[in-house]
């Protein structure tokens, strides 16, 4: 696999990381919610092969300096256009991991005519999508007398974990993502932690997807604890420009053959062949 380079440049004057690498037409990823450039380390055997890697680390999260302003989807989207325009990237494909769907989709509506493509992971596409009980948990924990306690358990390793086990991922973590995940929220702020969670589960970006005319793969788990896989198939399945995969009896957190699984899908999607389909895996707007 080829080695990804880490770079720096500066957004609105502050710090900002990126990696970069690979081969092929170029394409930008946006990592999700207290993550890195980092997140992407699955895809990389599928990406680096096809495409030109651009990754940076988001304002406020990994290596990359909070912004001054707010961290609503349109600014962060603007952080990732300079690590594009840095990078030397002018038409590109766009990937969104969670709460970095927003990210992409502003990406998209910023410089239309310059993507081509998206592959969307558990994406936040509008209010309606996202679970009833996890709009009530972020809507408690976020709250402004229970935040300062979340962001100190946050940094408690045996509090996240069970956290995270009960209530997100489920049991089958992989204990090398599970010690990244744990390293980035680390390091992220918690202002800009906080802008960004609420900003992107009040967004609704459905109608800018459903309407556009960009090929769109879209990666979830049929019991993911965040999104609503049910939903989400009622919302886009009609549309002949998506192709929505559906992993069954997988949740948030994505075992080995899951990701292996999804690795397969991604480089077909890229290669512009048929999605692969074993034991009904694929549900397929094509």
Same mark, same amino acid.
């Given at each position: ?6 770079? %720096?440049?500066? $957004? ?12 092929? @037409? @170029? ?5 999700? %919610? ?9 895809? %990389? ?22 912004? #001054?302003?707010? $961290? ?5 989207? !603007? /952080? ?14 766009? /990937?969104? =991991? ?6 992409? =989709? ?24 996202? !679970? ?24 408690? +390793? ?8 009960? =209530? ?13 995940? %744990?390293? #980035?929220?680390?390091?992220? #702020?918690? !202002?800009? /932690? ?6 992107? &589960? ?7 997807? +459903? ?5 769109? &793969?879209?990666?979830?788990? /049929? ?7 049910? !939903? ?28 292996? $699984? ?15 389909? @074993?034991? +009904? ?6």
């Amino acid at each position: 696999m080829p080695a990804l380079e880490e770079r %720096f440049t500066y $957004h609105e004057g502050r710090p900002l990381r990126y990696l970069t690498g690979g081969s092929g @037409p @170029p394409i930008l990823l946006c990592h999700g %919610f207290l993550g890195s450039a980092e997140n992407f380390d699955d895809w %990389f055997d599928a990406l680096l092969p096809r495409r030109t890697v651009v990754a940076p680390d988001l304002p406020g999260f990994g290596r990359s300096a909070p912004l #001054n302003g707010a $961290h609503i989807a349109t600014s962060m989207a !603007r /952080a990732a256009l300079s690590a594009a325009d840095h990078a030397g990237i002018e038409d590109y494909d766009v /990937a969104g =991991l969670c709460l970095g769907t927003p990210v992409a =989709l502003a990406v998209q509506r910023a410089r239309p005519h310059t993507v081509k493509s998206m592959v969307l992971h558990t994406p936040l596409l509008a209010p309606r999508l996202v !679970r009833r009980r996890f709009h009530f948990q972020v809507g408690v924990m976020l709250s402004r007398s229970v935040y300062p306690v979340i962001v100190w358990c946050g940094h408690q +390793r045996s509090i996240s974990d069970l956290y995270k086990r009960l =209530l997100i991922e489920g049991s089958d973590v992989d204990p090398r993502a599970a010690q990244a995940n %744990f390293d #980035n929220q680390m390091r992220s #702020n918690p !202002r800009a /932690a906080k802008e960004w969670l609420l900003d992107g &589960l009040k967004r609704n970006d459905l109608l800018q997807l +459903r309407r556009g005319t960009n090929r769109v &793969l879209i990666l979830t788990a /049929a019991e993911d604890r965040i999104v609503d896989a049910e !939903r989400l198939r009622t919302a886009v399945g009609d549309v002949d420009s998506i192709d929505l995969a559906v992993i069954e009896q997988g949740g948030h957190a994505w075992t080995q053959a899951m990701l292996r $699984h999804q690795r397969e899908l991604i480089a077909a999607f890229l290669d512009g062949r048929p999605l692969p389909l @074993p034991q +009904r895996t694929v549900a397929s707007a094509a």
